[in-house]
């Protein structure tokens, strides 16, 4: 993972962190009963607990389709996307990758990218898995699935905070998989902040 060079602006407090994670909804959405029809299903809850939005770029599917698509993850929401195998398919599951960028304003303008990809797997043969890494890549995502939590955290970034205050951050993604996983990013005041 490169090193970020970039400072970030307007880096919210750890109280004001705090208080809008302490907000958000942990709970997963009820499975629709025509999706729970499907062989094969799987549903992937992403919790962005960041100021930041989560910005979906790319799929990948090793088989299956999306029951329902994923979309932005604006900050401190969630969403849920799904998926099943296909229609008329015999004997197949669902499994594959998706893709999403974190993206932190910079001072004079512009982004700081963070790649994020989450896996996904409900095979006909083996096991429910997810995965929640950091890369640009779906097939990747797909491939670093496993049956047990996950946990991964990010590079540092740099920037002020919204008092003005130098302030470093990192982000904590974790991984639950299961027929409905959970991926939670978490935004981390890891000096500064106050």
């Avoid at 932005?72 to 669902?94: I, W, Y």
């Avoid at 974190?102 to 700081?112: N, T, V």
């Avoid at 047990?148 to 590079?155: A, I």
């Avoid at 740099?158 to 409905?180: K, Y």
Wanted: net charge negative; charged share 15%.
């Amino acid at each position: 993972m490169p090193t970020p060079a970039s400072v970030i602006s307007g880096i919210i407090t750890a109280g004001k962190l705090a208080e809008s994670i302490g907000k958000m909804s942990s709970l997963i959405p009820d499975v629709p009963q025509d999706l729970k029809d499907k062989h094969r299903w799987v549903t992937v809850t992403v919790f962005n607990q960041s100021q930041y939005a989560l910005v979906y770029k790319s799929s990948y599917f090793d088989s299956g389709r999306f029951w329902t698509a994923p979309t932005n993850v604006e900050p401190f929401q969630e969403m849920t996307f799904s998926g099943c195998d296909k229609d008329g398919s015999f004997l197949t599951g669902v499994s594959g990758g998706t893709t999403f960028t974190l993206q932190m304003p910079k001072e004079g303008g512009g982004y700081q990218e963070l790649d994020i990809g989450i896996g996904f797997t409900n095979p006909q043969s083996g096991s429910l898995k997810s995965s929640g890494v950091f890369t640009s890549s779906a097939e990747t995502a797909y491939d670093d699935a496993t049956d047990s939590t996950t946990n991964n955290t990010s590079s540092n970034y740099s920037g002020n905070d919204t008092n003005g205050e130098s302030t470093t951050i990192n982000f904590l993604l974790v991984s639950a998989p299961g027929q409905e996983a959970r991926i939670t990013i978490t935004e981390q005041i890891v000096s500064g902040g106050n």
